[in-house]
Antibody, heavy 117, light 110 residues
Framework: EVQLVESGGGLVQPGGSLRLSCAASGFTFTRSWMTWVRQAPGKGLEWVANIKQDGSEEYYVDSVKGRFTISRDNAKNLLYLQMNSLRAEDTAVYYC??????????WGQGTLVTVSS | QSALTQPPSASGSPGQSVTISCTGISTDVGGYSHVSWYQQYPGKAPKLIIYDANKWPSGVPDRFSGSKSGSTASLTVSGLQAEDEADYYCSSYAGNNQWLFGGGTKVTVL
């Protein structure tokens, strides 16, 4: 069974940094594009970033370019999201998801990031 | 790029059908067949229920169906059941390795 388990969320001050992790199991991680999607409290979903199977390509939504970095460790089946220069508007539940083709077919349970002083 | 447009709410009685629209533009929904739909219960992760506009992932009942015409995609839930009460989101590829979501539609079973 596919499992995606996020961790690393928490409370951080504006301007601070946080690194999220997503542990993948139940599928061949090295064959899958992976993505991060976020959801602000009471709001809709927003695609944040994705990364190719071998990590050679990564793409971001404009609002996080230059601040967030997606990466992966294929030896450990781990996906990461390094978030720097955090802003209040980055407050959200962050989900990792498997990204075959043009849809997101399996999602983790999410980890909450709160940016507040 | 702006989010795709969905009605904030939709409702129907058990057994009836409800259709949710998802409107984009020529560079996202109108330009690709890569529209997907997700069901989300409160406090839970989204679940893929339709991909490539009208295909079902394994295990999703065929009461859920999708279609697309021009820059508008639609999700129809037939034979509405109490368990279908949830939020529904559309998503589309928007070119240049970017993806957009709709604002979400809350479906209420009356």
């Amino acid at each position: 069974e596919v499992q995606l388990v996020e961790s690393g969320g928490g409370l951080v001050q504006p301007g601070g940094s946080l690194r999220l992790s997503c542990a993948a199991s139940g599928f061949t991680f090295t064959r899958s594009w992976m993505t991060w999607v976020r959801q602000a409290p009471g709001k809709g979903l927003e695609w944040v970033a994705n990364i190719k199977q071998d990590g050679s390509e990564e793409y971001y939504v404009d609002s996080v370019k230059g601040r967030f970095t997606i990466s992966r460790d294929n030896a450990k089946n781990l996906l990461y999201l390094q978030m720097n220069s955090l802003r209040a508007e980055d407050t959200a539940v962050y989900y990792c998801a498997r990204h075959p083709g043009q849809s997101f077919d399996w999602w983790g349970q999410g980890t909450l990031v709160t940016v507040s002083s | 790029q702006s989010a795709l447009t969905q009605p904030p709410s939709a409702s129907g009685s058990p057994g009836q059908s409800v259709t949710i629209s998802c409107t984009g533009i020529s560079t996202d929904v109108g330009g690709y067949s890569h529209v997907s739909w997700y069901q989300q219960y409160p406090g839970k992760a989204p679940k893929l229920i339709i991909y490539d506009a009208n295909k079902w992932p394994s295990g999703v009942p065929d009461r859920f169906s999708g279609s697309k015409s021009g820059s508008t995609a639609s999700l129809t839930v037939s034979g509405l059941q109490a368990e279908d009460e949830a939020d529904y989101y559309c998503s589309s590829y928007a070119g240049n390795n970017q993806w957009l979501f709709g604002g979400g539609t809350k479906v209420t079973v009356l």
